[in-house]
């Protein structure tokens, strides 16, 4: 064979950089180098064993590629590359002291491997990972958004798991928001504040769940959980330490969120989890079954599958509800028995307030139509009553929409004027006592 390792993998790379998304081509196949080709053989060694894990599922392309170019059949064979000890560490006489362990907040059952990845989290996986092989921060911060119970905590836990699993003597600390003001609010009663600077200034990996809980103790001046988080922030920034935070929504979205706070969320990469679809939901799915050692068959699986288009929480409540019943009772899990259970669930779900509903109401009450709302007329009655209609459709939790979602509902209305609808709608009731009464009024009429 004429043509080295080295080019061999050069073209195949080339043919898969037009095929992959640039991350992972940049995190896992720019990892990868080839070794040997010999004896109808080419060798990958890659960086570590994420890198294979991820290359790897490619193997039966890059034979069928080779054996393209070669006109013979050509194995690919995966090997990971072993680190090399210098030598000097080897007679080092100088005893390295272990940097004191930290309770980390990490649930070890939380790990890459177990993540189901699909069209609706591969891009936030992707940059989990790129993070992960990159020893110095290639997106800080990361930033993950999405509606709950859809595997962010997983997701970012995982990633602090594989960074100890690398390297154990890395700082690595995983808090909710809240937990951190509750800390910070102790800490500053006792005057011990020096003690909370120096705990997470000296991190070098820092995971925040549920940023939005700060909406509840931001915007009140110095000396707040905001000043001393800003700070801590740009600590860890400029020190090159890794920051990963996870909110339900946007940053843009997230109330009393100073500007210059929200200017460093998107410094970053911002990355949605979006709803998994309907391939992803098998495979979760089956994931649980699985994991929980769950008899039940793939055409009820499929049936679920179909019904649930919520989030993967709610995928694992039914499946752990029939297995506990099935147990109980000594009874096989059923289609029937699904049917019953699913139906029930509607009919429950039913009787919340649509949000289509919640459109018409809107529409009676202004006496504007629905088409006008959802309509590019600029004229004052519309406006008011289409801001007000993003407003309210917002602020129900029961509804859970997304400002992409309210615009699509109101004619397709992009991610900006929602927001800046919402922020008229806000600022008017807080000055407008007579406003602020009737928005009250219509939003006990409608949610009653």
């Known amino acids: 064979m004429e043509m080295t390792a080295s080019k061999s993998w050069e073209k195949i790379q080339k043919m898969f950089k037009k095929k992959v998304d640039e991350m992972e081509f940049n995190t896992f196949f720019k990892n990868v180098e080839a070794t040997d080709l010999s004896n109808n053989k080419l060798v990958l060694t890659c960086k570590s064993n994420?890198?294979?894990?991820?290359?790897?599922?490619?193997?039966?392309?890059?034979?069928e590629y080779l054996e393209l170019m070669f006109d013979e059949e050509i194995k690919v064979e995966f090997v990971v590359k072993k680190e090399i000890i210098p030598q000097e560490v080897v007679y080092h006489h100088k005893v390295e002291v272990p940097r004191e362990k930290i309770r980390t907040g990490l649930n070890a059952k939380n790990r890459l491997d177990?993540?189901?990845?699909?069209?609706?989290?591969?891009?936030?996986?992707?940059?989990?990972?790129?993070?992960?092989?990159?020893?110095?921060?290639?997106?800080?911060?990361?930033?993950?958004?999405?509606?709950?119970?859809l595997g962010k905590t997983h997701l970012m836990q995982a990633v602090g798991n594989a960074i100890l699993e690398r390297n154990p003597n890395k700082r690595v600390y995983y808090s909710t928001s809240e937990e951190f003001s509750n800390e910070?609010?102790?800490?500053?009663?006792?005057?011990?504040?020096?003690?909370?600077?120096?705990?997470?200034?000296?991190?070098?990996?820092?995971?925040?769940?549920?940023?939005?809980?700060?909406?509840?103790?931001?915007g009140r001046g110095e000396g707040t959980v905001e000043e001393e988080f800003f700070h801590t922030f740009n600590k860890l920034q400029e020190l090159g330490k890794q920051i990963i935070m996870i909110s339900d929504r946007y940053p843009k979205e997230i109330k009393n969120l100073s500007k210059r706070l929200e200017s460093r969320f998107l410094s970053g990469l911002s990355v949605e989890i979006q709803q998994p679809g309907f391939e992803t939901r098998m495979m979760i799915l089956r994931n649980i079954a699985q994991t929980q050692e769950i008899e039940i068959s793939d055409s009820i699986l499929e049936y679920i599958s179909d019904s649930v288009h919520t989030n993967v929480r709610e995928l694992e409540g039914i499946l752990?509800?029939?297995?506990?019943?099935?147990?109980?009772?000594n009874e096989k899990i059923t289609l029937e028995q699904v049917?019953?259970?699913?139906?029930?669930?509607?009919?429950?779900?039913?009787?919340?307030?649509?949000?289509?509903?919640?459109i018409e109401m809107i529409s009676t009450e202004y006496n504007v139509s629905v088409a006008d709302m959802k309509s590019k007329k600029r004229l004052r009655k519309i406006v008011d009553t289409?801001?007000?209609?993003?407003?309210?459709?917002?602020?129900n939790?029961?509804?859970?929409?997304?400002?992409?979602?309210?615009?699509?509902?109101?004619?397709?209305?992009?991610?900006?004027?929602?927001?800046?609808?919402?922020?008229?709608?806000?600022?008017?009731?807080?000055e407008d006592v007579a406003f602020r009464k009737e928005i009250e009024t219509l939003r006990r009429k409608i949610f009653r």
């Open 50 to 63: 994420l890198v294979r894990q991820n290359v790897e599922k490619y193997k039966e392309q890059f034979e």
């Open 114 to 149: 177990n993540f189901v990845v699909g069209e609706n989290s591969k891009l936030a996986f992707n940059a989990c990972l790129a993070v992960v092989e990159n020893p110095t921060p290639v997106y800080n911060p990361l930033f993950i958004y999405g509606g709950s119970g």
């Open 184 to 218: 910070f609010f102790k800490v500053l009663q006792e005057g011990r504040i020096q003690h909370f600077r120096d705990k997470f200034r000296a991190l070098d990996v820092l995971l925040l769940d549920d940023i939005q809980f700060f909406e509840k103790v931001f």
């Open 320 to 329: 752990t509800h029939l297995n506990a019943r099935s147990k109980l009772l």
């Open 339 to 358: 049917q019953e259970m699913i139906s029930n669930n509607a009919k429950r779900e039913e009787s919340k307030v649509s949000a289509k509903k919640v």
């Open 386 to 395: 289409r801001q007000i209609t993003m407003y309210l459709l917002k602020n």
């Open 397 to 430: 939790d029961k509804l859970g929409l997304s400002l992409t979602a309210i615009g699509g509902l109101l004619g397709g209305k992009d991610h900006s004027t929602v927001i800046s609808s919402i922020r008229k709608i806000e600022a008017k009731v807080n």
